[in-house]
């Protein structure tokens, strides 16, 4: 469903992705930490087409089509409301708005509201409506918990592991170990560009991967 | 991709666009202003006596017109760049050549808009008779706009994430601008002077096979320009 292959990259003298491979199937959840800098959106990015990569490659099932992106900025246009939004995006992927994803993300009651009069967690809420809007079959997440408090980011997380039980493959990238570690079922970390860790998250809870992440990343 | 989907997302990206100047009005005021502005001083600063007013108006309609288009051109992807909405576009699955007409389109309509208010004013101002020319005056109007402002949403694409972007779009698209503006003021000097519609056809032709160029190379150019 998700492959990356080799994938290299440089910004001038820095390294952004240096040889990093990985596969994701339909359910899985990849959860990539790493420290700011470590080379963590620009993967996501390689991964969703947006930078073409030097070296290697990046394939998703469907292509662009397959693919919803949250992220710390929500790609939304404050000026208007939160429906006209979701419209647009909408219109761009060619599918009607789904009737119940309003609802389902509490955001019914604030439809008619431009986004620049809502708070930074309901904006977060739209953003991954936005993302939502055309179904994707696989999520790339970037810092997707900025800004969410703590019963919508518990909200968010719901929707995530429906999002997986669908069958719907994810890549998270976050430097906090705490809040990536109950969706993943995969768990790398990543250092200057390298994945230094690659594994299946099995039994281990937040406490016992921070304490590996600790540990590969020092 | 098709044609009917190239211009229905296209449109979708225009009327995104110009929903949201209609909700801010920042860019579209500030061009008003600028355009009275700009006409209320050159026809206080005007000796009538050196130069008359049917050579004059022309030049002062184009120079207006120019740099009220190019505050159009500058806001044209800013607004992308807010909440990083560009990369949805760059994301989603829709021709790169859409995002570009969608932003040609809906800034031919603000500039358009521009010039619906200072051609009367420079009628007014200048006491320039326009209404018997109107028909060949639009043309004219219509077609250096188009060629002008195709250039400059490429430029603004290719601008938009540079440091100095503000700056850099003027002193790039302002020598592509010369060929364009210079015929439409030629062409704009004898229509007002009341000669000939024979004598500005060459200038037309010029200002559409420099249109046909300019919009089949910027549509070209586009996706290299956004892509990082």
Known sequence: MLLAERLRHRFGAVTALDDVSFTVQPGQTLAVFGPNGAGKTTLLKVLAGLIHPQGGRAHIDGGRRAIGWIGHQPQLYAQLTVLENLRFWASLYDVPLPPDLLSRLGLAEHAGRSVRSLSRGLVQRVAIARALVHDPAVLLLDEPFTGLDRTAAEAFSRLLAQHAAAGRASVLVTHNVEEGTGLATEVAFMRAGRFVQLAPRGARGPAQVAEDYRNAIA | ?228
Do not use: C
């Open chain 2, 1 to 228: 991709m098709r044609s009917p989907d190239l211009l229905r997302h296209a449109w979708a990206v225009a009327s995104k666009d110009l929903r949201v100047e209609f909700r801010s009005r920042t860019a579209i005021l500030a061009a008003a202003v600028f355009v009275v502005l700009v006409l209320v001083v050159f026809k206080f600063g005007h000796d009538e006596t050196a130069v008359s007013n049917s050579d004059l108006a022309p030049s002062i309609l184009w120079v207006t017109f120019t740099f009220a288009a190019i505050l159009a051109l500058n806001r044209a992807f800013q607004l992308e760049l807010e909440n990083q909405a560009l990369d949805g576009l760059l994301l989603a699955p829709i021709a790169r050549g859409s995002i570009y007409l969608g932003k040609l389109v809906a800034n031919l309509i603000f500039v358009a808009t521009i010039e619906l208010l200072g051609v009367p004013l420079v009628a007014l101002f200048f006491n320039v008779p326009v209404l018997p020319f109107l028909g060949p005056l639009a043309a004219i109007i219509a077609l250096a706009t188009v060629g002008f402002v195709a250039v400059g949403t490429l430029f603004s694409a290719m601008t938009t994430r540079t440091r100095y972007a503000e700056l850099l779009l003027p002193v790039l698209v302002l020598p592509f601008m010369i060929p364009p503006l210079s015929w439409a003021v030629l062409a704009t000097v004898r229509l007002l002077a009341a000669r000939p519609l024979s004598e500005i056809v060459g200038w037309l032709n010029m200002l559409a096979v420099y249109d046909v160029v300019f919009v089949a190379l910027a549509l070209m150019l586009f996706p290299a320009t956004v892509n990082e």
